[in-house]
């Protein structure tokens, strides 16, 4: 299982952007996944989740109202849409996808978001 992030980089504050995670090796399907964050120093934190074949989502409260999880089953890829960016989102995103087949969790190598003042 292969989880590839894209779509970081340098963003103002009050800005947006979109990141994309693509799976190979497994499908997203109804596997619960999600979009974790570390800023240095600090834990990795919940952003967004979304499972189940309704795509139920879940969000961070340092989040909620400004980011919006989906996923494309075809192109076997999840999203997290975030706008009104501020310069405390900035940290290293990262894709997860839990198999309920497997038992465990999957990680991508992780896309750095940089929000300036």
């Known amino acids: 299982v292969q989880l590839v992030e894209s779509g970081g980089g340098l963003v103002q504050a009050g800005g947006s952007l979109r990141l994309s995670c693509a799976a190979s090796g497994f499908t997203f399907g109804i596997n619960p996944s999600g979009w974790y964050r570390q800023a240095p120093g600090k834990q990795r934190e919940l952003v967004a989740t979304?499972?189940?074949?309704?795509?139920?989502?879940t969000y961070g409260d340092s989040v909620k109202g400004r980011a919006t999880i989906s996923r494309d089953n075809g192109a076997n890829t999840i999203y997290l849409q975030m706008s009104s960016l501020k310069p405390e989102d900035t940290a290293v995103y990262y894709c997860?996808?839990?198999?309920?087949?497997?038992?465990?969790?999957?990680w991508g190598q992780g896309t750095q978001v940089t929000v300036s003042s």
């Open positions: 979304i499972t189940g074949s309704a795509g139920s989502t």
């Open positions: 997860k996808l839990y198999s309920t087949f497997l038992k465990r969790d999957y």
